[in-house]
């Protein structure tokens, strides 16, 4: 079974959060041939759809496709190099984008011009969005194929086989969630309200964008940064040292770690290669989120005038289709307050023959939900995958759908997730432990708790389905379980 990817009879399916309509709607309208042949893809799915957070994809046209990329890995044709090279330099070119996007006076500029703005962006975020598709099957090639090599140097029972696995699918180089955390945890060392301002300030201009998500909240504040200080500072109150804590967040503990593992093994030249891609994978991945993530902030500046030139709600604005913002450049109408309402309570989405369409009525949202349902047996136990290696650690579930549920978790608490992403970061920090319905070794549930030390298990499957808040789970680190001992009356 696919790390992220679930087999569901004639289904499969991801966990896909809550995103916003607009996002949503970019993302769902790229995987077609336009894009994926600028991908090198042949196989794509034209029709799916996204319901109650998850994606439904016909496993027939899903496997041909995860097929085709894990075919390309297996018979070096070269596929992944040219993916590799073309997938990170589309993203630092989206990254600059939004740094030059918040530097523009948008109130200064035609609609003309964001017309043209947001053809460019939308052309790059799909072709960038397309080939995210393929992190899947690359995320279940490396991690098996990793695992399998690693046998021929040491017993799958050996304490040292999951650690080892866990430091070759790290990331070969800090990603700027990484290097946030770092810096963060250095001015805690020294931290003085009256004489960190300047710091905080500067840290905000670098890294505050990191908070905002695909439009799911807003930028990392002051008092955001504040907090997390003083979070810090409680920990070390606790008992953890604050060298330590800078270590664990550090570059420096990566390579030694990678060090560590090369010298446990000595591995071949075939297997360094594997290690070498996968590694290199783990970073492309995560840094092309904060790529979409960083344009994204940049791009909401113009979003939020196209939304004061219609009159429009601007915290509403990431909540219309990608049609709707076109017709609203062009001067034509947004949706009411009442069809509004409906897209925040639920909406859906599904891709017939390529074409992308926004359902928001509820009775239509039913019928689909009786098309596309599947079982989901309740259980007590869960299995997944160890992503941060720790003990038995017991605590109460926080559910979290998206970023605005995170203030739900408190110290101690167990984060319960469909997937993380930069933005659940402060939850992270304060959880005694990470559960998450999906993700490979290289997610970013995996890599940001082993740089916080915080116990995890991915691929639980369907965690958020029959975990509620408040539940009290053990999850052990060890082997990748987590146990539901009491339901919450």
Not at 298 to 320: C, D, L, Q, T, V
């Amino acid at each position: 079974m696919s790390s992220a990817v679930g087999y569901y009879g004639k289904w499969r399916i991801k966990p896909s959060a809550k995103l916003p309509v607009f996002l949503r709607f970019v993302i769902n309208s790229s995987f077609v041939p336009k894009y994926a042949k600028l991908n090198r893809v042949k196989r794509t799915i034209g029709d799916r759809a996204y319901l109650h957070h998850m994606m439904y994809w016909p496993a027939k046209l899903y496997n041909a496709f995860e097929k085709e990329i894990i075919t390309h890995l297996k018979n070096g044709d070269h596929w992944y190099e040219w993916y590799v090279k073309k997938t990170l330099k589309a993203s630092e070119h989206l990254y600059r984008l939004g740094l030059k996007y918040k530097k523009i006076d948008w109130q200064k500029q035609s609609s003309r011009r964001m017309k043209k703005v947001l053809d460019e962006l939308l052309e790059m975020y799909r072709e960038l969005a397309c080939g995210w598709y393929a992190q899947y099957p690359l995320d279940e090639y490396f991690e098996s194929a990793i695992e399998a090599k690693l046998l021929d140097y040491i017993s799958g029972d050996d304490p040292d086989f999951r650690k080892s696995v866990l430091i070759f699918t790290d990331p070969h180089t800090m990603t700027d969630v990484a290097e946030e955390r770092f810096q963060l945890v250095k001015m805690a060392r020294d931290f003085d309200f009256k004489k960190a301002t300047a710091r905080i300030r500067k840290h905000l201009e670098k890294f505050a964008y990191i908070n905002r998500g695909l439009a799911t909240s807003q930028p990392y504040t002051y008092k955001d940064i504040v907090k997390r200080l003083t979070e810090i500072k409680k920990q070390v109150r606790q008992g953890k040292k604050i060298e330590d804590l800078i270590y664990d967040a550090s570059g420096e503990k990566i390579r030694d770690d990678f060090r560590w593992a090369l010298g446990r093994i000595k591995p071949k030249k075939d297997f360094l290669k594997i290690i070498g891609r996968a590694r290199e994978h783990s970073y492309l991945r995560n840094r092309r989120v904060e790529a979409f993530f960083n344009a994204d902030y940049g791009a909401s500046f113009m979003y939020h005038e196209i939304a004061r030139r219609s009159k429009f709600n601007p915290k509403w604005i990431m909540e219309i289709s990608v049609p709707e913002m076109y017709s609203a450049l062009a001067g034509g109408p947004l949706p009411t307050g009442a069809e509004m309402k409906k897209r925040f309570k639920n909406y859906a989405m599904i891709v017939q023959k390529g074409i992308t369409q926004l359902v928001t009525n509820p009775k239509s949202i039913a019928l689909l939900a009786k098309q596309y349902a599947v079982e989901v047996k309740k259980v007590t136990e869960l299995h997944g995958k160890m992503a941060c290696l720790g003990g038995i650690i017991k605590g109460r579930a926080k559910v979290c759908l998206d970023k605005k549920e995170i203030v739900k978790v408190k110290s101690g608490d167990i984060l319960v997730a469909q997937f993380t992403t930069p933005d659940f970061v402060p939850a992270m920090e304060r959880a005694a432990a990470i559960v998450a319905d999906q993700g490979g070794l290289s997610s970013h549930a995996a890599i940001v708790s082993r740089e916080l030390g915080v116990p995890c298990v991915i691929a639980t499957q369907k965690g958020t389905r029959v975990i509620h808040d408040n539940d009290l789970l053990e999850v052990d680190a060890r082997k990748g379980i987590v146990r539901i001992l009491e339901r919450q009356k």
